[in-house]
């Protein structure tokens, strides 16, 4: 049984910083990616950053545009947020799965098979 929980979310200020945590529980087998995902009100869910469990491999969204950072450590995937705006409210999700040509599948929620529950991030101005 795999589980994955989410941690970090908040409410911040335009500029600020935030860091995401994802705990993955259970076998890693039949796991490749890990991924975070964000999804507004009204809005369909949206991909952010993805990384090869595995090694060092990541993909980032245009939107990023290098403000976010993708990391592992053990069985714990982050997200580090900087420069944030209120285009960045949503929910994040985590999702781990098994992706076969990650460079153009990755931003598939569809392809993963586990998902957290989320963790609300909001972004005033």
């Known amino acids: 049984q795999v589980q994955l929980t989410e941690a970090g979310g908040g409410s911040v200020n335009v500029g600020e910083s935030l860091q995401l945590s994802c705990t993955f529980v259970?076998?890693?087998?039949?796991?490749?990616?890990m991924a975070w995902f964000r999804q507004a009100p009204g809005k369909e869910r949206q991909e952010v950053a993805a990384?090869?469990?595995?090694?060092?491999a990541t993909f980032y969204a245009d939107f990023v545009q290098g403000r976010f950072t993708i990391s592992q450590v053990r069985n714990t995937v982050y997200l580090q947020m900087n420069s944030l705006t209120p285009e960045d409210t949503g929910m994040y999700y985590c999702?781990?799965?098994?992706?076969?040509?990650?460079?153009?599948?990755?931003?598939?929620?569809?392809?993963?098979?586990?998902w957290g529950q989320g963790t609300q991030v909001t972004v005033s101005s």
């Open positions: 259970g076998y890693m087998n039949g796991i490749n990616y």
């Open positions: 999702a781990a799965g098994l992706l076969s040509k990650p460079s153009e599948s990755w931003s598939r929620p569809t392809l993963y098979k586990h």
């Open positions: 990384i090869y469990v595995h090694g060092t």
